[in-house]
């Protein structure tokens, strides 16, 4: 860059990166943001007086960029799979049924636990009948498929003894159908 392109020295500029805000900077960190490559001409950048964020090209940071930029290298071309790349591919094929036990046996249900617990007492039986039974159907997968119990299970399922199996045994037992021996 030459001496007549350079910003004014009371210039303090904001950029965006990973689309997180930072800055403030002076014109002689922008200026070595530019020559870095972490400011490039598509990055967003802002200073007071502009109406809204704009690419850095199209201010007067753009005059910073170098003016002669070889265009874009072409992408890879596309190779057809040999005999070799499909024996190797045919190696990792057991591999689904471990990562499928893998991520079932680090499943959590205490967070469906929880929600399920609060649908039943804000007054959602159903909703919280329905999720229990929902999220114990899953639990009960995840432990098929693992072989682990996934944490969160016994609470599901003390969940729906306390909510379902001993209501209707105490309305059968009210009613005097059966004799429930804890209940009477």
Request: proline residues 7%; charged residues 15%.
């Amino acid at each position: 860059m030459n001496n007549e392109e350079k910003l004014p020295e009371n210039a303090i500029w904001y950029y965006q990166r990973n689309n997180q805000q930072t800055g403030p900077v002076d014109a002689a960190v922008v200026e070595r943001l530019i020559s870095s490559g972490d400011v490039t001409r598509s990055t967003k950048v802002w200073r007071e007086g502009m109406t809204g964020w704009q690419p850095a090209m199209s201010t007067e940071l753009g005059a910073m960029f170098p003016k002669n930029v070889p265009p874009p290298v072409s992408p890879p071309a596309i190779t057809v799979p040999t005999q070799r790349a499909a024996e190797q591919q045919n190696n990792f094929q057991g591999m689904g049924n471990e990562l499928a036990k893998g991520i079932h046996a680090s499943k959590s249900y205490t967070g469906a636990a929880f929600l399920t617990l609060v649908l039943y007492y804000v007054g959602f039986y159903i909703g919280g009948l329905i999720c229990n039974l929902i999220y114990l159907s899953s639990a009960n997968k995840s432990k098929r498929i693992s072989g682990v119990n996934p944490s969160g299970r016994g609470c599901l399922i003390f969940l729906l003894w306390t909510h379902l199996i001993i209501p209707i045994l105490a309305i059968i037992a009210l009613f005097g159908m059966i004799s429930v021996p804890f209940l009477n």
